[in-house]
């Protein structure tokens, strides 16, 4: 049996290599930057919880102590978790989706990295543990200017907006703001000058970096941390005041004033050609104008009011998508069909609020309080200032992102240093455990967690399967092997895991694609297999509008496969306008539906439904006009078509260029 000494070792090893997962991507498999790493770093906590419960259970003065910081932690997980088994899609809101990966069950694994982290908090060497924290920080930052000049490196397609490693700029920069103010406390209590100075080279790379990645939440958060430290260390300098020592003598002072003056130049000349050259600041001048910005508060007003359709429990954690297809506004159509289809609001607070209900929001409120309370009431005033300056730079970056993998892992490593410095200042003894229950509780609580960690290693091994089918399906049917395609698709149906929605609709939506392309071997049956699949995934999520509407818009791509395709169509469609009312997919896809039946009044009075949605939208404009043409109504379809062209949508592939030019010509 391993001696205390080399559990704490096995431990300590292990914290020190959960970071290294920030590197982790596999290029052959769906969302290489997201499921790799979730599934690597929980396959990875659950082996080092055997560990810890192996140690807490020999050697009581290891156990979780229950401290300010850990009781609002587990009130959050436990507040969201209620919010999940009320909630519309349970399974979804433990699991997320496989592009997102940030569950409650995520959740939960960072939740242990904490416990792991407060029972050895006493043999960890912080200063040095921080250190080694932020040099990765820097590596990673790294990876995203690399990525900048070559963006093959990573498998960006778009350098523009580095997300390094992490994948994308907002995810990259809310993991940055962090690190770098950990890196700017380091700095600032490093006894040797020469290594301070190079923390703060390494701080402000990541600032430099934050910009490249050009998210204005982040930047905006960035500029709050800053200020709250200059304003501290400013002020610090004004008792007795004088000009001369408090402003010109007092560097703090004078960055506010220079910032202050830079702020007021910038606002009042942000339509200046010469800032669309900056990074960062090119994308902050266009917020007054910018149809993202719009979109956003589109999106924020629904989450409000799926706050007031369900205020206390909310939607469930992770099932913003539901609100937000019972709220669709049709101006969203504007900016293009990606737009139409938000899984977040964007915004932490008002997520929370929709999906958390009172009882998340008030939680995660909570939690914030407390960090602010112990931070507050540290002896070690200098981290108070910095923890504090961080903590508003994550809040207020967090008014317009979500978190993501890199802001759990940091907030975790930071809430358990500030967990220790609170227990070294007001003298809770390590060695008296506040959590104390009976030996024989400890032992059934160590028996149940090796079970679910046996069997959520089990299911993340097979999530990392699955993922892989998925991705050699669709690179097999690019590649024009359409067999090997269908065998991988095949293969990951019959892979259990809680992700098996995504490859079944993943299929419906690549053979609709692939159909006409290339020669699919028995392609009836293979539609009928799809068809078959998507009917499986409705019934086990029937709130979903997205999945009703693919199905009956891959009919209407089948029907000239076989016209029998089209049957069950005019069902779904109903169910889908059912979950999201005023849709103009839906109208798109019943006015083809029509058109195909040969019912062309039905068709034309559903596009024009789609129009009168939003009469700013460029796509029904130029259907309609397509539907008129072809009814021989030819002034008003070239009217319409012209319409179109006004708000920017004209031929974007050859068939529409096509379907155009014969109806002039």
Not at 362 to 376: E, K, P
Not at 410 to 420: K, R
Not at 460 to 478: E, H, K, P
Not at 640 to 664: D, G, H, I, M, S
Request: proline share 5%; with cysteine.
């Amino acid at each position: 049996m391993l001696s205390e000494k080399s559990l704490v070792r096995i431990l300590k090893i292990g914290v020190y290599l959960s970071p290294l997962v920030l590197f982790v991507f596999w290029k052959q498999i769906i969302s290489p930057f997201v499921v790799p790493r979730i599934a690597i770093f929980q396959i990875f906590i659950e082996l080092l919880a055997l560990v810890w419960l192996t140690l807490i259970i020999k050697y009581p003065a290891y156990r979780p102590r229950l401290t300010i910081l850990t009781i609002a932690l587990l009130g959050l997980i436990g507040a969201l978790c209620i919010s999940a088994v009320f909630g519309i899609n349970p399974e979804r809101s433990f699991w997320s989706v496989i592009d997102r990966g940030l569950g409650l069950i995520a959740l939960m694994h960072f939740f242990l990295f904490y416990l792991i982290l407060q029972s050895i908090r006493d043999q960890l060497n912080w200063q040095r543990y921080l250190s080694y924290q932020f040099y990765i920080s820097l590596a990673v930052a790294l990876a995203a200017v690399i990525q900048k000049i070559n963006p093959s490196a990573l498998l960006a397609s778009d350098s523009s907006r580095p997300g390094g490693v992490l994948g994308n700029p907002a995810f990259l920069a809310g993991y940055l703001i962090i690190a770098l103010s950990i890196g700017a406390w380091l700095a600032y209590c490093h006894p040797k000058r020469s290594v301070r100075l190079l923390l703060l080279c390494g701080v402000a790379f990541e600032a430099v970096v934050i910009f490249l990645g050009e998210t204005r939440g982040a930047i905006i958060g960035l500029v709050v941390g800053a200020a709250v430290l200059l304003i501290y260390f400013a002020a610090k300098k004004m008792r007795p005041f004088s000009f001369s020592y408090s402003i010109l003598k007092n560097i703090p002072a004078l960055f506010i004033i220079v910032s202050i003056l830079f702020g007021g130049v910038f606002f009042v000349t942000r339509t200046a050609q010469v800032w669309t050259r900056v990074p960062g600041l090119s994308r902050l001048a266009q917020l007054s104008v910018d149809s993202a910005v719009s979109n956003r508060l589109i999106v924020w007003n629904i989450a409000l009011k799926a706050f007031v359709d369900r205020p206390l429990t909310g939607w469930g954690p992770e099932n913003f998508r539901y609100a937000f297809d019972r709220h669709y506004d049709p101006v969203l159509m504007r900016a293009g069909q990606s737009e139409t289809y938000w899984d977040k609001p964007h915004s932490i607070p008002l997520e929370l609020l929709a999906t958390g209900g009172s009882i998340g929001f008030i939680a995660y409120g909570a939690l914030l309080v407390c960090a602010f309370v112990a931070l507050r009431r540290l002896h070690a005033r200098r981290f108070a200032i910095f923890g504090t300056a961080m903590l508003a730079a994550y809040i207020v970056q967090g008014f317009f992102i979500f978190d993501s993998f890199g802001t759990y892992f940091m907030l975790m490593i930071f809430l358990a240093y500030v967990d220790y410095l609170y227990a070294q200042d007001h003298q809770l003894v390590s060695s008296r455990p506040v959590v104390s229950m009976p030996g024989v509780v400890w032992y059934s609580v160590a028996a149940v967690t090796a079970v679910a960690a046996a069997y959520l290693i089990g299911t993340n091994v097979q999530i990392l399967q699955a993922a892989s089918y998925q991705y050699q399906g669709i690179n097999y049917f690019v590649n024009v092997l359409p067999v090997k395609a269908i065998l991988s698709y095949k293969a990951g149906f019959a892979v259990k895991n809680p992700y098996n929605i995504d490859i079944r609709q993943s299929f419906l939506q690549t053979l609709k694609q692939m159909v006409f392309q290339i020669p699919v071997p028995d392609v009836k049956e293979n539609i009928a297999l799809a068809l078959k699949e998507m009917k499986t995934v409705i019934a086990e999520d029937p709130n979903n509008h997205f999945w009703p509407y693919a199905v009956a818009d891959a009919r209407n791509a089948f029907f000239y496969t076989d016209p029998a395709f089209l049957e069950g169509g005019d069902t779904e469609l109903a169910q889908a306008e059912a979950l999201s009312p005023h849709r103009q997919l839906t109208l798109y896809a019943s006015s083809k539906r029509k058109y195909l039946l040969k019912d062309y009044a039905g068709a034309i009075a559903d596009m024009k439904k789609a129009i009168d949605l939003d009469p700013e939208v460029g796509d029904p404009h130029f259907f309609y006009g397509l539907l008129l043409l072809d009814d021989n109504q030819i002034d008003w379809g070239i009217g319409e078509l012209f319409r179109a062209a006004q708000l920017r949508r004209v031929p974007e592939t050859t068939a529409e260029v096509a379907l155009v030019y014969k109806n002039f010509v």
